[in-house]
């Protein structure tokens, strides 16, 4: 559609709520600006519709597109105010000679037990249903005239690569803090240390997440889901025993699973909050230490310039004093020199 004659426009939702604008011109940029920076719920575009074959200008349309998906979302967009909307005086753009309706806003449904007594269909404003079934979200594709058939089972790989990746993530903060607190001794007996060598901060950090990941729950340890720990301090994860833990006891399997998730998380939180994190508190304890001997460092720089500068005064006090002494002597060599004999003997 082609921008109108006149610069107020009304938007006018399912329900009959109006949103009106003012564009500060009829052309399609002030149109498109006006439509965006209102709370109509509608989105504008202008979109490239090819050249005018006599004057070779390039022409446009606008394009207007509901923020949200489902019936609830349609709208109409009409040339004047909404009392004139009301009263049936405004133009009607969106039947404007030239305007086209694309897609026409609609629920997506689905129909339980087609061709049965016990036919329903269900509707959703989006093309997820939630909670079609107890605990499981229904996304469709397309529409389809074809029954289809859903089908919920246990996905043992996806829960294994779940479990899997928790165990990798821990595994590879631990590898990293080890790396950085590691200490050498060489050949020669002398020691090296990496950044964090010696840091408890990072020994802390290193035990408390070991500790969530492979504590035993209620007695139970976790070694039965397969998370496990080496004697050298590395975790590791075997799927086939959580494959075993999951065929006997689902339930506890999974409740066991969850408070290890939820324990590594409390660590984690524990560590990295923002404000009164472990680390986070570490950090700026540091920070305010550097601060200080930055400081102290440039207080210290202040008083030996001044000490500088009063030594530099007395220095130069006392060259001048020597100059005069040496003037005085010179003098008084002179002074000696011009007398004759007789005088010095007298």
Known sequence: MTAASGTRFTLTDSEGNHTELTAASTSLDDVVAAINASDGGVRAVKVAAGTDAGTGEKLYRLQL??????????????????????AGTATDLLAAPGAATVTAAADSSVRLWAGTAAEQTVTSSSSTFTDLLPGVDVTVAKASADPVTVTVGDDADARAATVKGLVDAVSAILSRIAAQTKVTIGADGSTSGATLAGESVARSARQALLDATTYPVDGTSLATIGIEITRYGEITFDAEKLGAAMAEDPDGTTSLFSQVAARVQDAAESLSDKYDGMLTTSIQSRETTAKRLDDQIAGWDLRLDQRRARLTAQFTAMEVQLARLDSQQQWLTGQLAALTPQQRTN
Not at 65 to 86: P, R, Y
Request: charged share 15%.
């Open 65 to 86: 597109t509901a923020t949200e998906t489902g019936a609830a979302s349609a709208f109409s967009f009409h040339a004047g105010t909404a009392a004139e909307v009301d």
